[in-house]
């Protein structure tokens, strides 16, 4: 069975001051959330993201650099739990990412196919917000 993953797992750093918030509503029921509870420990160097839970807090960082790039925080509402608030890193040094919608919709891709298992398709940008040229 895979280990939990833990803030002391990998060597990362803190979210920067520079952040946005995200719309991001999602809801998950106690058996989801166990799943996102055990994050995502890389096993390679094709693994690109650190994934934990501490408090009512998911972080999600880059494997490589350590970056802090999502935090999402839960709160729970009888059987569910229910993301309440969620942010992005908006550091240009560590993250050129600026489109919201994408990165909210990048964060539920990252759920529900790397803590939940789901096979969902990766997000796509529009032309206009390609940040990647």
């Given amino acids: 069975m895979p280990r939990t993953a833990t803030r002391t797992s990998w060597d990362i750093k803190p979210m920067p001051s520079s952040t946005t918030k995200l719309v991001f509503n999602r809801s998950f029921t106690n058996q989801e959330f166990a799943l996102l509870s055990a994050g995502l420990i890389p096993k390679d160097m094709e693994d690109r993201w650190f994934i ?3 408090g009512d807090w998911l972080y999600f960082h880059r494997s490589w650099s350590g970056f802090c790039v999502y935090q999402i925080r839960f709160e729970q509402e009888g059987e569910i739990y229910v993301v309440v608030k969620a ?4 550091d240009p040094e560590q993250y050129r990412g600026t489109d919201n919608q994408y990165d909210a919709d ?3 891709f990252l759920i529900d196919d790397f803590l939940l ?11 206009a917000d390609d940040t990647s040229e």
């Avoid at 942010?87 to 908006?90: L, V």
Wanted: hydrophobic share 45%; aromatic share 14%; no cysteine.
């Fill in 106 to 108: 990048f964060i539920g």
């Fill in 87 to 90: 942010i992005a890193n908006r």
């Fill in 117 to 127: 298992g789901k096979r969902v398709p990766f997000p796509q940008r529009t032309l």
């Fill in 52 to 54: 934990f839970m501490d």
